[in-house]
């Protein structure tokens, strides 16, 4: 049995380390203003930039951390971290939205009066903040679940400050108090959006679920349509981490010498990284004769071994 790997290099360390120092200023300002202007959407939004605050520092740490090598007892080293990281960032933002949602309600009941001067002008920089910031991670989140999990917070904060800057010039134009928790509401509701996918996407991977979009029949066809392979079953294919996917597998093959089952194995190898970007592959070679499992092996305890069920 033998195996292929590859791993990537995690970065984006200094521009979340400047996103961190930019953020949480920026909150401190925003919640002074938001108490002043008695105004809960502009709270709101500093709840959501201080959440976003945490989940870029849980993200630079989940970097720093990930970067370790790997050693006898985590031997797929630390790349979970992130996905931790990701989880904790989603939660977090459920029951910040969760919240947002009660104080919402409570001032729909008894709107009180809202300066809408230092609403509209916080909000207008907390827009420009955001995107830049938005702007320096979007190219990290494209191949990073935790860098992304960073990048939809910052994306949804310059959002939310958007509708801020709406329920302000309505509570200037119109004296319309409402307007005020009515955007809250609208910010609740974004919040719950960007984090349901990232949220979704951090419990599939610790699950070890095959990673989204992924052609399972596709994969197995491909592995059977190269030389020399008669037959595959024992197949496990799941994520270790944003951008890292494992493979293992049994093949059957004709009875042949051992090197060139070796052959077959780099030919197994070299398919499912180029077409199917997994990176990490072990492949048990067996002679056709060996009894086959099911093609989705399902795993046991060892003390279930005594009652014949081995793989």
């Given amino acids: 049995m033998t195996h292929t790997h590859s791993h990537a290099v995690p970065e984006g360390g200094r521009t979340l380390g400047l996103s961190i120092l930019l ?24 709840g959501h930039n201080f959440a976003d ?6 993200s630079w740490y989940a970097i720093r951390v990930a970067r ?68 320096w991670l979007r190219r990290g ?17 310059a959002l939310s400050a958007l509708g801020v800057v709406a329920a302000g010039v309505v509570v200037a134009t119109t004296g319309a108090a409402v307007a005020d928790p009515i955007v809250s509401l609208l910010i609740g509701g974004l919040i ?61 093959v004709e009875e042949q010498s051992a090197s060139s089952s070796q052959v077959v194995h780099r030919s197994v190898a070299t398919m499912l990284r180029h077409r199917f970007g997994i990176g990490h592959t072990t492949v048990q070679v067996e002679v056709e004769g060996c009894a086959s499992d099911e093609m989705y092996c399902t795993m046991r305890p060892v003390h279930d071994r005594c009652t014949g069920h081995e793989h």
């Fill in 68 to 135: 370790r090598p790997a050693d006898a007892r985590r031997t797929y080293g630390y790349h979970r971290v992130g996905i931790l990281v990701a989880l904790v960032n989603a939660v977090s933002l459920v029951v910040l939205a969760l919240w947002i949602f009660w104080e919402a309600a409570q001032r729909l009941r008894s709107p009180g009066p809202v300066e809408s001067g230092p609403m509209i002008v916080v909000a207008l920089i907390a827009v420009a903040l955001n995107a830049v910031i938005s702007l």
């Fill in 23 to 46: 953020t949480v200023a920026f909150v401190l300002g925003e919640a002074v203003a938001g108490v002043l202007a008695h105004s809960l959407a502009l709270l709101s939004d500093a």
């Fill in 53 to 58: 605050a945490l989940a870029l520092v849980f």
């Fill in 192 to 252: 719950l959006w960007s984090s349901w996918g990232i949220l979704t996407e951090a419990v599939d991977v610790l699950l070890e679920a095959a990673p989204k979009g992924l052609d399972m029949v596709a994969l197995e066809r491909g592995i059977k349509d190269v030389p020399d392979v008669i037959d595959i079953h024992d197949l496990h294919v799941w994520t270790v981490a944003s951008g890292i996917v494992a493979c293992s597998c049994h093949i059957v």
């Fill in 141 to 157: 989140a494209a191949h990073d679940l935790n860098i992304r999990s960073a990048y939809l917070h910052m994306l949804g904060d």
